[in-house]
């Protein structure tokens, strides 16, 4: 594959030598398009990303023409005709006007223009990600690659991540894919993942690196999400899933204020039973709003792996504030323990911490070693 894609950017490079004005393809290409990487510069100006038009538009499988006595350029495909003057604010597309927001730039002869407008009217898709500009022209974009060994018969895959938007640029789901084969396909939950990530880790001791898939929440309570997926033989085990939105549910717990800056607990899971005392000098002059606490638990907000029993294998805890008067009102934070057991995750212990993490009371789950 990666043969392939340096082939092609060879014949790339050849055509765009007999074509562009000026020869040289500048090194160290920082544009992907549809996955492939492209040999051109970007141009940064007014907070605008410029692109090379005639690299991408030709990289897309467009004709381009440039009629040097009137200035005009000329961009054709297959129910796209797109041409504008070089100076002018409006050019053509399909016979109509359009507005070209920033002018196109002309450097060491090469045309560029502002993403925005091919975006627009060819309903492209971009996204910055670690330095590299990636521009899709459908709703999937490449989000990471990376080779990786996963077994012991020390054979390297080819891991891609994808993300799949909507058309104003909003995550629906997220893609894995190995040597081109998809494993597994995680979804926004409703819109509230809007970030995702992937990261390589051995979690379960055997020297060999398990795929974790983080998703994350930008909104005020900050969620967190993780899949960790283990690969042997050829098969491929989802060993955790933590922190999706609708885990949480308002019917595990019950809050209730009880007067004198106490506020009863109970996980209906665990039987966990507490109380947890309130700061009294954090409500003074509001007092009136504490009989308004009510069952209110955050879903999860971190998540960490971390070796608690030194044996070699990754404890995962996740963290999800207890809620007092208001959002920003942390009164407690419930922590859940998850241990590898015959192979998968699982919920191994409950704690209600309070402000100062002091353990206020603690549960272990039935799980056998
Ligand atoms: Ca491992
Ligand atoms: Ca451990």
């Known amino acids: 594959m990666l043969k392939r894609v340096i082939q092609l950017s ?32 970007l141009i940064f100006e007014e907070g605008k990303t410029f692109v090379p038009l ?13 009629r040097e006595k009137e200035q005009k350029v000329i961009v054709r495909k297959e129910g ?19 507005e070209l927001v920033s002018l196109a730039r002309i450097i060491e002869e090469r ?24 521009i899709s022209t459908d709703e999937t974009l490449l989000l990471s690659k990376t080779k990786v060994i996963l077994d012991q018969a020390g054979e390297e895959k080819e891991i891609s991540y994808y993300v799949t938007q909507n058309p104003d640029g909003m995550p629906l789901y997220w893609t894995l894919k190995v040597d081109d084969r998809d494993i597994i396909c995680a979804g926004n939950d409703e819109g509230y993942f809007s970030h995702s990530r992937l990261d390589f880790k051995d979690v ?7 795929v974790l898939l983080y998703r994350y929440n930008t909104g005020s ?9 283990k690969h042997q033989e050829g098969n491929w085990t989802e060993i955790l899933s933590v922190g999706q939105f609708n885990q949480v549910g308002t019917e595990r717990f019950q809050m209730e204020y009880l007067g004198d800056y106490k506020v009863s607990f109970l996980d209906r899971i665990s039987k966990l039973q507490s ?31 971390a070796d608690l029993d030194n044996d070699e294998i990754q404890e995962v805890v996740t963290l999800q504030r207890v809620i007092g008067v208001s959002h920003v009102d942390t009164i407690a934070t419930w922590r859940t323990t998850y241990e590898l057991e015959n192979g998968c995750y ?5 704690s209600l911490m309070d402000n100062r993490e002091q353990v206020l009371a603690q549960v272990s789950l039935a799980v056998s070693k």
């Open 346 to 350: 699982k919920a191994a212990k409950v």
């Open 111 to 134: 045309t560029f223009l502002e993403t925005g407008i091919l975006e627009k009217l060819f309903n492209w898709k971009t996204r910055w990600n670690e330095g590299i500009f990636y």
């Open 204 to 210: 379960d001791g055997d020297g060999l690196p398990e």
């Open 80 to 98: 796209n005709d797109f041409s504008f003057v070089i100076g002018e604010d409006t050019g053509v597309f399909n016979g109509q006007p359009v």
């Open 275 to 305: 109380y947890i005392p309130l700061e009294r000098e954090k409500y003074q002059g509001m007092e009136e709003l504490l009989e308004g606490i009510d069952t209110w638990v955050d879903p999860v907000s971190e998540i960490v792996l």
């Open 10 to 41: 060879a014949i790339f490079v050849a055509f765009a030598l007999l074509l562009s004005p000026i020869g040289a393809a500048e090194e160290g290409s920082n544009i992907m398009f549809n996955d492939n990487p492209l040999q051109g510069k």
């Open 54 to 66: 005639r690299a991408v538009a030709e990289a897309w499988g467009a004709q381009v023409d440039f």
């Open 221 to 229: 309570a900050g969620g967190q999400g993780l899949i960790i997926l």
